[in-house]
């Protein structure tokens, strides 16, 4: 057998190609289908980014508005003459129904999910996780109404002075309720992933059910936990219909949960009804506090990010 001339590298055959067929037709339709889809995703991104920031600088170019007065302004009163365009009323109303629901839904989900993961039997857990999660199928204009009709009456009953139709603690109370399945959801699921080894060395090392769950489980899934957390604070910031008819529409700069305010979601609600000309400043204000709401919703994520990388490289 004549072997190959010196100076001269035959080339070694890729193995790995050769044993992967070529595409065919079909498959390279399916990887365009595919691509076109991520594409398009990507496209409605950047286009709901450019109408925003389109908008938003618009309303900055309005003589009547300064950065200033947006960020630290305490009146909101973009429909009156004259008009004022400070946002610390409606960010306090988005804030304090947000602080609100997460000291309700917070606690909730993660003990019920505690309960799901460590404690429950397989056939408590195939019953009660459902039941749970029909909680997120309600649809938000449902849970505005249940507040009107049945927690706004509740809270009456207790504190008759002070407190009127519309306020913030029934908007927290029923935006607590829907994001309780995210929370409970999310955090047993994180629960479900930790390792049984380290639950049977805690064990066998002779520490308690309690013990296991508290100093083992929790800690080993707090990256989950955490990202659930930031989630569900997420969504109860862009929660709409529910905040709308529940906290009413008064942009007011308060602490008081009993009282009328109105959130950055229930403003856009207000002035997307179509009464409102298209170019007006209440109308370019509209723009200008769904990029706060965007900026709001992406340091969060950004925050959870970080969270979940860094609990993650702890308990890896």
């Not at 037709?25 to 289908?33: A, N, Q, S, T």
């Not at 992933?193 to 002779?206: D, H, I, Q, T």
Request: charge should be positive; include cysteine; proline fraction near 6%.
């Amino acid at each position: 057998m004549a072997s190959a001339p010196s100076g001269l590298r035959v080339p070694r055959r890729n193995r790995v190609q050769d044993a992967v067929p070529a595409k065919t037709p079909k498959e390279k339709l399916i990887k365009l289908f595919c691509f076109l889809c991520t594409l398009i995703s990507v496209v409605t991104t950047l286009g709901i980014i450019f109408i925003l920031a389109k908008e938003t600088i618009g309303f900055f170019q309005l003589p009547s508005v300064t950065l200033r007065e947006f960020f630290t302004g305490t009146k909101w009163t973009p429909t009156f003459t004259p008009a004022h365009y400070g946002i610390l009323p409606l960010l306090c109303g988005t804030m304090l129904i947000m602080v609100g629901a997460a000291i309700i839904a917070i606690p909730l989900g993660l003990l019920s999910a505690i309960y799901l993961s460590e404690y429950a039997s397989f056939r408590v857990r195939n019953i009660l996780k459902p039941v749970l999660e029909i909680l997120a199928g309600i649809p938000t204009v449902v849970y505005g109404y249940f507040a009107l009709l049945v927690v706004t009456p509740f809270l009456r009953s207790f504190i008759s002075d002070g407190i009127g139709v519309y306020n913030a603690a029934s908007a927290s109370i029923v935006v607590g309720i829907m994001i309780l399945p995210l929370v409970s959801s999310l955090c047993e699921d994180a629960l479900s992933a930790v390792p049984k080894s380290l639950r049977e060395g805690a064990y066998g090392l002779g520490a308690t059910k309690l013990e296991v769950t508290m100093k083992i489980v929790v800690p080993a899934a707090l990256s989950g936990i955490m990202a659930s957390f930031i989630l569900a604070i997420s969504r109860a910031i862009g929660e709409t219909m529910a905040v709308t008819l529940a906290a009413g529409q008064m942009p007011k700069l308060t602490a008081n949960p009993f009282s009328e305010v109105q959130t950055m979601t229930g403003y856009i609600v207000q002035i997307s009804k179509g009464d409102t000309p298209a170019g007006s400043g209440p109308y370019l204000a509209l723009f200008a506090v769904g990029a706060t709401l965007f900026a709001i919703t992406m340091a969060l994520n950004v925050l959870a990010s970080r969270i979940v990388k860094r609990f993650r490289q702890v308990y890896a």
